[in-house]
């Protein structure tokens, strides 16, 4: 399994960013996706996941309300819809997919894309 994260880029506070997450898979429907980031000097940490079928959804407190992850497995494509961002919004955005599990831990996953930068900044 191939993850390709895209969209990041530099975004004013307050502004939107729509990040994808693109796998090259047979059935990407079998994988659950959870985004992950990283900022300077700081540990990896959860963002939001999605179930196999998008069904359900989890977000951190630090984005709850402000983000929204979605799929379309037809695409083969997972979206973190970004809204209202903050300076420390800042940091590499992972994806990675889950075969047997979901969750806010980085072991939930099994296999994780390249990263995609997004900065706020005024």
């Known amino acids: 399994v191939q993850l390709q994260a895209s969209g990041g880029g530099l975004a004013q506070p307050g502004d939107s960013l729509k990040l994808s997450c693109t796998a090259s898979v047979q059935t990407f429907s079998a994988y659950a996706i959870g985004w992950f980031r990283r900022a300077p000097g700081k540990e990896r940490e959860f963002v939001a996941a999605?179930?196999?079928?998008?069904?359900?959804?989890d977000y951190a407190d630090s984005v709850k309300g402000r983000f929204t992850v979605s799929r379309d497995n037809a695409k083969k494509t997972v979206y973190l819809q970004m809204n209202s961002l903050k300076p420390e919004d800042t940091a590499v955005y992972y994806c990675a997919a889950g075969r047997t599990h979901w969750g806010r831990s980085p072991r939930d996953y099994d296999y994780w894309g390249q990263g995609t930068q997004v900065t706020v900044s005024s």
């Open positions: 999605i179930t196999w079928s998008g069904t359900n959804t």
